[in-house]
């Protein structure tokens, strides 16, 4: 289990041979930033037409099980921004993915 955590934002996933599977319940922060670029803006409003992030107060809600194609496709819709999903995501010693999986 790995953990990515921002501002607001708290999610769970699991480190898979397919990618990284964001758990459902797991929360994203809800205000992009500024430079978070197309991509990213473009993911998350993909997940927010096709019902799998959903506005709850002041995050979003994954209502399902989501599976990213890289670490850092999943921290970047979870945390509003650009990201490097191989040291953003940690398990729960605060040990990052980058270390645990590739070195």
Do not use: H
Request: net charge positive; hydrophobic share 40%; with cysteine.
């Amino acid at each position: 289990m790995f953990y990515c955590n921002g501002k607001d934002a708290k999610a769970e996933d699991i480190f898979t041979d397919e990618g990284m599977l964001v758990l459902k319940g797991s929360t994203a922060n809800l205000i992009e930033t500024k430079t978070a670029g197309t991509w990213v803006t473009g993911a998350r409003k993909r997940l927010l037409e096709d019902g799998t992030l959903l506005k709850k107060g002041k995050v979003l809600e994954f209502t399902s099980d989501q599976l990213f194609n890289a670490p850092s496709t999943a921290a970047a819709v979870v945390l509003a921004r650009r990201a490097n999903g191989w040291i953003e995501w940690k398990d729960k010693e605060g040990v990052t993915l980058d270390k645990l999986k590739r070195k």
